[in-house]
C-alpha cells in the first residue's frame, strides 16, 4: 500500500457492486468468465453489494443464452448489450460501451479475464476510465476497509504484491484463465436483466473486420482447460528424448508441456510453458518428468487434482508438493509407462 489510507473522497460513495465483463467467443461464453464470476461472487457477499455481468454481442439467442449461464455461475444482474456492431470484437467499440456501462451504473470493482481479449479490452478501458488496473492477480480480496486488495506477482515473480486503488474508482483487475476455480454451477438460477441498446454508427468506427481466419495451427496447445497434462524439463537433457514425453501425453489422450528452460531451448513452443510466465493449469492429473519443481513453476501446476513427478534427485523441490514422487530415471522410465499403458 503506497503511503498512508485516505478517507474515501464522498463520490466514490456512488459505486457499488461487483461486475464481471464476460468474454464471449464464436457464441460461447470463455470459461474464464465463469471463473471470475465465482470470484466475484465471494467478492460481491463480502461486500454486501450485487454481482453483476456484462454481455455484449449481435446475437440475441447467443446473449440470452450467456445471461442465462451468468445468472447460475452466479450474477444477480446481467447487463446485454446487443448490436450489429457488436458481432466481432473491437477495441473501440468494447471500449465505449463497457465505459458507458461503468459511468452510468458505477461499479465498484470491475473484473475482467487476461486473455487476449480482455487484456486488449481492460488496458483501454482503465485509461478512458483514468482508473487503475492490476493486471494478471492471482489473488482477490476484499480489505477490512471495504478496498479489492488485488495480488500478484512483481520483480520477475521472486515477490508477491497487493495493490490497492486508492484514489479512482472503479477498482480494475484481470485474472489468467484457471488461476481461479471453476464455481460450481446453480442450475435453474436467474436473475434481473438490464437491456442496454448503445446505437453505434458502424460508419464512425475505424476498425473494420474483413475476414476471419482460422487458425491453421493443428498443433496448438489446450494447457489451461486439458484433463491430462504430461510435461517434461532440463532433466530429459534433449528434445530427442523430450519426444518421450509426447508419446506418453498421445497415449493417455493428454496435452504436453514443459518448464521454461525447454523453450529458451526450442524443445517447446512458448504456448506450452507450464507456470508464472506460461500457462496456469488445473488437470486431474499433471505428470511432470525431468522437472525440479522450481517456484515459477510450482504457482502454475498447483491447481491439479493430482501430481506425479519422476526425478532422479529424491530432494528435488516438486516432492515438496507432488502427490506422488518418483525417483527414477525419466528416460527409461516414461517409454516403459507408455508401453504399459498403452498395452491396457
Ligand atoms: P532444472 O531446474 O535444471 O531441473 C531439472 C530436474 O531434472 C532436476 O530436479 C534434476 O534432478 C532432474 N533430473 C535430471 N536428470 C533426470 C533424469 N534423467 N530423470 C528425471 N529427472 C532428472 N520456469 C517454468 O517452468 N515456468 C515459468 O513460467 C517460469 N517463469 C519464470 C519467471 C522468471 C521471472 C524466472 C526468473 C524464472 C522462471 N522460470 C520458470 C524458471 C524457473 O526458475 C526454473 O529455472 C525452471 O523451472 C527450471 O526448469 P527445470 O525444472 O526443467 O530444470
Not at 461472487?41 to 456484462?54: P, Q, Y
Amino acid at each position: 500500500r503506497a503511503g498512508t489510507k485516505k478517507e474515501l473522497p464522498d463520490h466514490f460513495k456512488a459505486y457499488r457492486h461487483v461486475w464481471v465483463a464476460v468474454e464471449i467467443e464464436h457464441g460461447q461464453v470463455h470459461s474464464v468468465s465463469f471463473e471470475l464470476l465465482g470470484e466475484g461472487r465471494k467478492l460481491a457477499d463480502k461486500r454486501g453489494v450485487e454481482l453483476g455481468a456484462v454481455v455484449m454481442g449481435d446475437d440475441r439467442a447467443a446473449l440470452d443464452a450467456a445471461a442465462a449461464q451468468c445468472f447460475e455461475y452466479g450474477a444477480d444482474v446481467v447487463y446485454v448489450v446487443e448490436d450489429p456492431a457488436l458481432a466481432h470484437y473491437r477495441n473501440e467499440t468494447s471500449t465505449s460501451v463497457l465505459t458507458h456501462l461503468v459511468e452510468t451504473y458505477k461499479p465498484e470493482i470491475l473484473l475482467l479475464g487476461a486473455t487476449n481479449l480482455g487484456r486488449d479490452l481492460a488496458g483501454a478501458v482503465a485509461t478512458t476510465l483514468r482508473t487503475g488496473l492490476t493486471a494478471d492477480c492471482t489473488e482477490l480480496a476484499i480489505d477490512e476497509e471495504g478496498s479489492l486488495a488485488a495480488t500478484r506477482p512483481t520483480f520477475g515473480g521472486s515477490l508477491l504484491c497487493t495493490i490497492f486503488t486508492l484514489n479512482f474508482r472503479p477498482q480494475m483487475a484481470t485474472v489468467r484463465p484457471r488461476v481461479m476455480p471453476m464455481p460450481a454451477r446453480q442450475e435453474g438460477r436467474t436473475g434481473r436483466i438490464v437491456e442496454y441498446a448503445p446505437a453505434i454508427v458502424e460508419a464512425d468506427i475505424v476498425t473494420k473486420v474483413l475476414d476471419f481466419l482460422a487458425d491453421r495451427d493443428s498443433d496448438k496447445a489446450n494447457l489451461p482447460y486439458a484433463d491430462i497434462v504430461v510435461a517434461g524439463g532440463l532433466g530429459l537433457r534433449s528434445a530427442e528424448n523430450f519426444q518421450l514425453v509426447r508419446k506418453l501425453a498421445e497415449v493417455l489422450g493428454a496435452e504436453y508441456g514443459g518448464s521454461r528452460p525447454l523453450v529458451q531451448k526450442g524443445w517447446i513452443t512458448a504456448d506450452r510453458q507450464i507456470g508464472q510466465t506460461g500457462k496456469t493449469i488445473r488437470p486431474r492429473l499433471y505428470i511432470a518428468a525431468g522437472i525440479s519443481g522450481a517456484i515459477q513453476h510450482r504457482v502454475g501446476v498447483e491447481g491439479a487434482d493430482v501430481i506425479v513427478a519422476i526425478n532422479t534427485d529424491p530432494a528435488a523441490p516438486i516432492f515438496e508438493f507432488a502427490h506422488l514422487g518418483i525417483v527414477a530415471d525419466a528416460v527409461t522410465l516414461l517409454p516403459a509407462l507408455t508401453e504399459a499403458l498403452a498395452a491396457r
